[in-house]
């Protein structure tokens, strides 16, 4: 009788730590604030999960389209460790189209690449635009089809991927003034921010 509840204990506790498998993409800009001039913005891709060791692959996209009468062109480039790439391109209006990236893994034959593991750079695209006037622009990843991250555990060699259900995207917001003292008149305003979406 105690050895069944033991069990039933132990099942209950897998059952949730499979529910519980959370995902999570994070935007990072190179700055949060940038001059009114021809320029270009850096804007780093990380992932992460609670499960696996390292990240196997996904897809996204990516739509500054409140930034778009600035913006002459996004391009993508891929971490290092990543070995399967496509590239949507850019598809103009400030979104730019799905990029796919993995590696392969087969444990004992295909490890894991360095600079993969959890919490790793995905890849970064480079926003390139013309003098804007002050303009606050929104940084939104959007979600991968048929899903955006999918993580390996190097031991084991079981993969787990997101649903809709359990994908947070940090997405962040940045600032294009006229001048380094306008952009602190904004700064003092608290408009800086990164926003998290399930």
């Given at each position: 009788?105690?050895?069944?509840?033991?069990?039933?204990?132990?099942?209950?506790?897998?059952?949730?730590?499979?529910?519980?498998?959370?995902?999570?993409?994070?935007?990072?800009?190179?700055?949060?604030?940038?001059?009114?001039?021809?320029?270009?913005?850096?804007?780093?891709?990380?992932?992460?999960?609670?499960?696996?060791?390292?990240?196997?692959?996904?897809?996204?996209?990516?739509?500054?389209?409140?930034?778009?009468?600035?913006?002459?062109g996004?391009?993508?480039?891929?971490?290092a460790?990543?070995q399967?790439?496509?590239?949507?391109?850019?598809?103009?209006?400030?979104?730019?189209?799905?990029?796919?990236f993995g590696?392969?893994?087969i444990p004992?034959?295909?490890?894991?690449?360095?600079?993969?593991?959890?919490?790793?750079?995905?890849?970064?695209?480079?926003?390139?635009?013309?003098?804007?006037g002050?303009?606050?622009m929104?940084?939104?990843?959007?979600?991968?089809?048929?899903?955006?991250?999918?993580?390996?555990?190097?031991?084991?060699?079981?993969?787990?991927?997101?649903?809709?259900?359990?994908?947070?995207i940090?997405?962040?917001?940045?600032?294009?003034?006229?001048?380094?003292?306008?952009?602190?008149?904004f700064?003092?305003?608290?408009?800086?921010?990164?926003?998290?979406?399930?």
């Open positions: 009788m105690i050895r069944n509840a033991v069990l039933a204990s132990a099942l209950a506790g897998c059952a949730t730590l499979a529910s519980g498998q959370e995902f999570s993409l994070t935007l990072v800009p190179s700055s949060f604030t940038l001059e009114c001039i021809d320029g270009s913005l850096t804007v780093s891709v990380y992932g992460d999960a609670d499960v696996g060791t390292h990240i196997l692959g996904g897809a996204f996209g990516l739509d500054v389209s409140d930034g778009a009468p600035f913006i002459t996004i391009t993508w480039n891929p971490a460790w990543s399967f790439n496509t590239d949507g391109g850019y598809a103009g209006s400030g979104v730019h189209n799905q990029v796919i590696q392969l893994v004992g034959i295909f490890p894991p690449a360095a600079g993969s593991e959890l919490g790793s750079l995905i890849g970064s695209f480079e926003i390139t635009y013309a003098q804007p002050p303009v606050l929104d940084l939104n990843l959007i979600a991968g089809v048929p899903f955006s991250l999918e993580t390996v555990d190097a031991v084991t060699g079981q993969t787990f991927r997101n649903d809709s259900g359990n994908l947070t940090n997405n962040a917001t940045v600032l294009i003034c006229p001048s380094p003292s306008g952009c602190a008149a700064a003092v305003l608290g408009v800086f921010s990164t926003r998290r979406r399930r």
